[in-house]
């Protein structure tokens, strides 16, 4: 009951949205962007819920999370979102990816401080997923981006994860 009950007031805030952005002349029809305050809410959690769906068995391979899921907003063909770790040599992490429902193809890259790529999910994709266990403890980025995008902004981030020794 409760979660209907969520469910009717998210429809209720959205009508409100769309109704608020018809009277300001913010809704130019069928071609309309998602209603904003929706999208905003929507987006980030669809990552969280792809991230999780893809994550779920990695549990029981022993990972752990390593921080809090990296989403961001971006543009198919921008250089997308990067973020530094540092990492355990000889240990094994997984990096996994997703996007929103609104793309289906993004890219995912692990990268040393000589900026030299060392190791690559380009496959077309919603969920890439990279496989790295450093030489030596150091600094690592972790590089997300979308390559296909059905509108003019996708959310998209990624998920650490460290196997426990």
Aim: charged share 25%.
């Amino acid at each position: 009951m409760r979660g209907l009950l969520l469910s009717m007031a998210l429809l209720t805030s959205a009508v409100a949205h769309a109704q608020t952005a018809d009277l300001l002349g913010g809704n130019d029809g069928p071609q309309d962007k998602p209603i904003a305050g929706y999208y905003e809410f929507a987006g980030p959690r669809q990552v969280t819920d792809e991230l999780d769906t893809a994550g779920r068995s990695l549990v029981a391979w022993r990972y752990v999370t390593l921080d809090s899921d990296v989403i961001s907003l971006m543009a198919a063909g921008e250089a997308g979102h990067r973020e530094t770790y540092r990492l355990d040599g000889g240990r094994e992490y997984l990096f996994q990816a997703a996007c929103d429902r609104m793309c289906d193809d993004i890219d995912l890259e692990v990268s040393d401080e000589g900026k030299v790529v060392l190791a690559r999910d380009s496959s077309e994709a919603a969920w890439p997923a990279v496989s790295f266990t450093p030489p030596a403890s150091g600094r690592y980025t972790v590089r997300v981006w979308l390559t296909r995008c059905a509108a003019d902004y996708c959310y998209a981030g990624f998920r650490g994860y460290g196997r426990v020794p």
